[in-house]
């Protein structure tokens, strides 16, 4: 299926890895100019270079904290203008919420809220003069089902949400859509890494504990990261322009509700 994105310029942030890299590498393939990010300028050269390889798209790494306003310029610079925008950042670590000091609760809510709406007021608006514009806001699947000891993470990204819906419904009329992207459990690095945790605490081996959350999944698995990049190209493509505001929920049915 051609999306209608050969020759747009697109903006992902946070996708040396994972889940943002998945949407680079689907956007590339789409035949956009890629924008990618990341802390690690070494890693990100890596990735860069990967991507180039599988897909043969123009990827420009730019090094950084994305919640920089240094970073942030460096990003809108690199290319001509922005026509793609995937907000994306790492979340606050799990912790009990008795444990979160002020100082905690303005980081979580800078990463999680506030960068992401920067960067949204940067290039909203020659998204509307040239009539066409995709904002794809990567949150969590705890927007929808919020989990113990990840609250900060879950009321930064409903913020996020609620802030951006409004938003959303008065740019539609120009072609520019704002939407969300929920994960749920995802085969990635930083899963793995989490299951090493769990299995170190319990004194088992990883299998046991991957086949343990495997199973809480109605889909018996965990979701491979070309699924959720293609469903974030596709919110950006020419065809999804009647979509906007909307939680996409990518979790092999864990959650239970119907809404």
Do not use: W
């Given at each position: ?5 050969k020759?747009r310029?697109a903006?992902v ?35 860069a ?13 730019v ?6 306003m240094?970073?942030?310029?460096a ?7 922005v ?44 998204m ?8 794809v806001?990567i ?10 000891g990840?609250?900060l ?8 949400t ?8 008065s ?17 990635t ?15 088992v ?48 049915g ?6």
């Open positions: 299926m051609d999306l209608g994105l020759g310029y903006i942030c946070a996708s040396s890895a994972g889940l943002g890299k998945a949407c680079a590498v689907e956007l590339a393939r789409a035949g956009c100019t890629v924008v990618i990010n990341g802390r690690d300028a070494g890693k990100l050269e890596t990735t270079a990967d991507i180039r390889a599988e897909t043969g798209a123009t990827i420009i790494p090094a950084g904290d994305v919640g920089l240094e970073t942030q310029d990003l809108i610079r690199a290319i001509p203008q026509d793609i925008l995937v907000n994306n950042n790492g979340g606050p670590p799990f912790r009990d919420f008795r444990e979160v000091d002020r100082k905690a609760m303005l980081e979580g809510v800078t990463s999680n809220m506030v960068t992401p709406i920067e960067l949204v007021q940067r290039v909203i608006d020659g509307i003069e040239r009539r066409f514009g995709r904002i806001n949150t969590s699947g705890s927007v929808k089902m919020p989990l113990s990840l609250d993470s879950s009321g930064a990204r409903l913020g996020l609620g802030f951006l819906a409004g938003v959303a419904r740019v539609a009329h120009a072609n520019v859509t704002i939407n969300f992207l929920l994960p749920g459990s995802f085969d690095d930083r899963q793995t890494s989490s299951l090493t945790r769990k299995a170190a605490q319990q004194g081996d990883i299998t046991t504990v991957r086949a343990q959350s495997e199973a809480t999944i109605p889909a018996k698995r965990f979701g491979e990261p070309s699924e959720f990049g293609a469903a974030c190209a596709f919110l950006c493509s020419a065809q999804a322009g009647f979509i906007t505001g909307q939680s996409l929920l990518i979790d092999g864990a959650f239970p509700g119907v809404l």
